[in-house]
């Protein structure tokens, strides 16, 4: 036995393990990656300014490697006490749009920006938060002069949502603080007190989600109860004076009334899950006045890790404050259990409470299908609302009066994935006494959209009647760029401030005048990579076998010139729809300007290669069966984009790689295993083995147990021995999305090495779904080069 062990031993194809160091790609390359990207930005709630942000978002690996605790779905920076942060902000700069001159924002020398600030609502000031070595100060900053300076002694806690908020009288700011005089952190046993012990009862459905970084022990429990306490204050940004509105607990969440006199929130309790993430811990939701004085409890929930596969909780949910009333709130509530595969009339009811609370919920209309949001307009108690149907993908928006919601106007009616069809989104407005509300002249309401249309997208501004449901475009982009409504001109609806790029011009903000068709520029930013302008991009489109439409974006490098045939390089990530037309809708735009960041694949063009960008790969069919063909449906679709390419005489088919990241990855093994078009792949960060993922993935709606054939058909892991291309996979060692645990390329890495395969496995240190560290990224762009061009010129004999 112990010789037959070891004769198979010696069968095993030879492969390599190593630490290695960083790589770089080529120094052009790397300029590119570390070039300032341009900023962030926030328009001011008067609509009068622009707020910019600039930030690195590629920090060095150092940065990500610093400690942070993986609690209850949470990443926690234990040092600062607050959530890891792998983005760093280095200045803030407002843009008023009635002078010329910016206004820098004076930030502390000895700290670092900790995120995005916070406009009050008169938009004269913001609140940001500044790191410090013993944690996160809150500040203030003037935004006329750029004066700053810090907020109260306290030190911010974001660990279970935003740390801070304004009040209407623009001065105090509602925070969650650490507690004062905390004793210090819970230290783990190194010896364990005994066993980790779960326990499940006949009849109870848990079909959770496959979630990371959850809580695995009492040591966990008391560092999440420790870091998520926190208090509430309010603190005035003018005198510094704090006042306390409650002691120390576990917020999860805290909303004021519109008139300020009343407070929701949501505290955390034990006992705490170790399979599911915080937000479905067992949590109480109660009524506070303003003084932090208890008047109600209007939800009390138990661990809800029974939750329907696509499904909502049975209980109360989804809280909101109503506008243009001083305290009524809103919530549903499932009538079907909060499965969505009970055939019921109904799906949902929404409940009303007013104050002073003492009275019980009234109902006030029933949705024939999943309540799926509302939009306040301007006329009290009008809102427009809208249903999910899931079973068809479709989305039904209606006006209607929630004090006779019998009588109701049908205003958008279409499928989810419809975006010819897509009103886009309201135009909002924040009103004296703090509601926010639609933009409305009269009956009509304002709409940006993305304008997609069978020549791709291109941006409008709409007025829309809210009673008859009559539309006018105010405002489209032209041809040949790709221009954006972003906010009118304070209070004038002639006047707008749109995003403007080209192939050629990087983005930036110009204010219009409607009438007169003027503009003038309010920032200048420049191309980061001016040496790329010359890469061709078209938006091609062409057609699968079976007749759905395809369309991708086509990246030709500098100086390309017509018939020379490329090695091309195929991005992409699958999609699910329920028709041939609405897969085929053209999505994106071939005016928009080109960023080269991170370790975006579009990189290939600086080395040579066509690259084909979100080359289109739906899967269609029935929502309920439509992977079934998951695996016929890939291959056809890429298929299809490779010989149009080759009609075209660009690429040279014999030579096309294919990559993708997470469900792209799982794409780009599935087309490995089942197909010979293409000479290698590059999979990132993917889920191959189905089985661990067994209450379902994207979209499907059935378990492993109710569809095995399918579960293990769609795996690439069960067909790892036809993966007969060289395939790289990269992955982030500290990857917390759901589902794709690294476990899932070393496994199908292990799979491929002893079937005899061509694999290479790069695990990425302290990186997690996305890779952020300057060297993680500039490694994974070397590693895509090499592994195409060591691969790529194999030059494979397509079927």
């Avoid at 810090?150 to 935003?162: F, H, T």
């Avoid at 799906?347 to 002073?356: G, Q």
């Avoid at 409008?460 to 221009?483: H, M, P, W, Y």
């Amino acid at each position: 036995m112990l010789q037959r062990f070891f004769y198979l031993f010696l069968l095993l194809p030879f492969s390599s393990q190593a630490q290695s160091t960083y790589k770089q790609p080529p120094a052009d390359v790397s300029a590119i990656v570390l070039a300032a990207p341009t900023p962030m930005s926030s328009t001011s709630p008067t609509n009068q300014a622009i707020l910019l942000v600039d930030y690195n978002p590629n920090p060095g690996i150092a940065t990500l490697a610093q400690p942070f605790l993986r609690l209850a779905g949470l990443r926690i920076n234990p040092v600062l006490n607050s959530r890891q942060n792998t983005t760093e902000y280095t200045a803030i700069t407002i843009r008023w749009l009635i002078q010329d001159e910016p206004v820098r924002i004076q930030l502390p020398a000895d700290g670092a920006l900790a995120g995005m600030p916070q406009w009050s609502p008169d938009g004269r000031k913001i609140a940001f938060g500044i790191h410090k070595p013993e944690g996160v100060e809150l500040w203030v900053a003037e935004t006329w002069t750029g004066q700053s300076r810090r907020a109260g002694n306290l030190l911010l806690n974001d660990v279970l949502g935003g740390a801070f908020e304004w009040m209407n009288d623009n001065d105090h700011l509602m925070a969650r603080i650490i507690p004062p005089y905390r004793a210090a952190a819970p230290v783990p046993s190194p010896v364990p007190s005994g066993p980790v012990i779960e326990e499940t009862t006949a009849g109870k459905l848990a079909q959770v989600r496959t979630y990371q970084d959850l809580l695995q022990n009492s040591d966990d429990e008391r560092l999440f109860e420790y870091y998520a306490t926190s208090q509430l204050v309010l603190v005035s940004s003018s005198t510094n004076k704090i006042t306390q509105l409650a002691p120390p607990g576990l917020y999860a969440g805290a909303d004021w009334s519109p008139d300020e006199k009343y407070l929701l929130v949501t505290t955390l309790r034990q006992p705490f899950s170790y399979s599911v993430p915080y937000y479905d811990f067992s949590r109480k939701t109660e009524i506070w006045d303003h003084k932090g004085k208890f008047v109600r409890t209007v939800a009390d929930m138990p661990v809800t890790d029974d939750t329907p596969r696509q499904g909502v909780i049975s209980g109360p949910r989804n809280f909101r404050w109503q506008a243009l009333h001083p305290a009524r709130l809103l919530w549903a509530e499932a009538l079907d259990g909060g499965d969505p595969t009970n055939k019921v009339d109904f799906r949902d009811k929404l409940l009303r409470l007013d104050a002073p609370f003492t009275s019980d919920p009234a109902e006030v209309l029933q949705t024939r299908h999943r309540l799926a949001g509302m939009d306040w307009t301007a006329t009290k108690d009008i809102v427009l609302l809208a249903e999910f149907d899931r079973d068809r993908r479709w989305s039904t928006t209606y006006r209607t009066d929630l004090n006779s919601p019998a009588t109701k106007t049908v205003l958008f009616d279409r499928s989810t994935r419809d975006d010819y069809n897509n009103p886009g989104n309201p135009v909002y407005t924040r009103l004296p006494g703090g509601d926010r509300v639609l933009l409305q002249d009269g009956d009509w309401a304002w709409f940006s959209t993305s304008g997609a249309s069978p020549k791709g997208d291109f941006p409008r501004l709409d007025k829309i009647n809210l009673t008859t449901g009559k539309k006018e475009t105010v405002f489209q982009c032209s041809g040949g760029a790709f221009e954006e409504f972003v906010m009118f001109d304070g209070k004038n609806t002639n006047r707008i401030i749109t995003r403007y790029q080209s192939k050629t011009e990087a983005p930036n903000f110009f204010l219009t005048d409607l009438k007169t068709k003027t503009r003038k520029a309010l920032t200048t930013f420049q191309d980061p990579a001016p040496q790329l302008t010359g890469v061709e991009k078209r938006l091609v489109k062409y057609t699968r076998n079976d007749g759905v439409p395809l369309s991708g974006t086509l990246y030709l490098p500098p100086g390309y010139q017509p018939g020379q045939r490329l090695p091309l390089f195929i991005w992409a990530y699958p999609l699910e729809y329920s028709d041939a037309a609405t897969a085929g809708q053209v999505r994106g735009s071939e005016n928009t300007f080109t960023f080269y960041r991170n370790d975006s694949p579009l990189f290939f063009v600086t080395q040579g290669y066509a690259v084909l960008m979100n080359a289109t790969m739906p899967i269609v069919g029935d929502p309920e069966t439509m992977n079934n063909t998951f695996v016929e449906q890939a291959v056809v679709s890429g298929r299809a984009a490779i010989d149009y390419l080759d009609s075209l005489a660009v690429i040279d088919p014999r030579r096309v790689g294919v990559g993708g990241h997470s469900y792209g990855a799982f794409m780009t093994a599935t087309l490995l295993a089942h197909s010979d078009d293409y000479a290698y792949g590059i999979a990132r960060s993917g889920a191959y083995n189905r089985t661990l993922t067994p209450f379902g993935f994207q979209s499907e709606r059935r378990s492993f147990w109710e569809a095995t054939d399918v579960y293990m058909n769609v795996s690439p892991f069960t067909h790892a021995h036809k993966i007969n291309e060289p395939l790289l996979l990269i992955h982030g060692a500290a990857d917390n999305n759901s589902g794709t645990f690294p476990i899932q390329s070393e496994r199908l890495f292990q799979a491929v090495k002893g079937n005899g395969g061509n694999a290479r496995l790069v695990m990425l240190p302290h990186e997690s779904h996305g890779y952020r560290g300057r060297e993680s990224v500039l490694h994974v762009l070397a590693e895509m080069f090499e592994w195409a061009e060591k691969n790529g010129n194999a030059k494979i004999e397509r079927p």
